[in-house]
């Protein structure tokens, strides 16, 4: 088990061994999951940043407002628990 140092400014550092070991690299996203036990910290596999997805869809229609988005989804949960 290695240990390691929170700092003043809430950074901690990933000792190199465990860095080498995962490939990881400066800039290098990853994502920290809260547990009953403490954190777990995961590589972010490459494809899942938002800005990745942007255009996946292939939506090919006007742009759609937030109040058309909230819409929508309001509508699809209406439907959803109208028919259990």
């Known amino acids: ?9 809430g950074q901690v550092v990933i000792p190199g061994a465990v860095r080498k070991r995962h490939h990881w690299h400066p ?5 920290i999951e809260d547990t009953a036990g403490g954190i777990t910290l ?10 990745g997805l942007v255009g996946i869809a292939g939506y090919q229609g006007r ?21 259990d």
């Open 42 to 51: 995961r590589e972010q596999p490459a494809g899942t940043a938002l800005r």
């Open 27 to 31: 800039g290098q996203a990853l994502t």
């Open 1 to 9: 088990m290695t240990t390691t140092t929170l700092s003043t400014k």
């Open 63 to 83: 742009t759609k407002s937030l109040e058309e988005m909230e819409a929508a989804i309001a509508q699809g949960a209406k439907e959803h628990h109208d028919r």
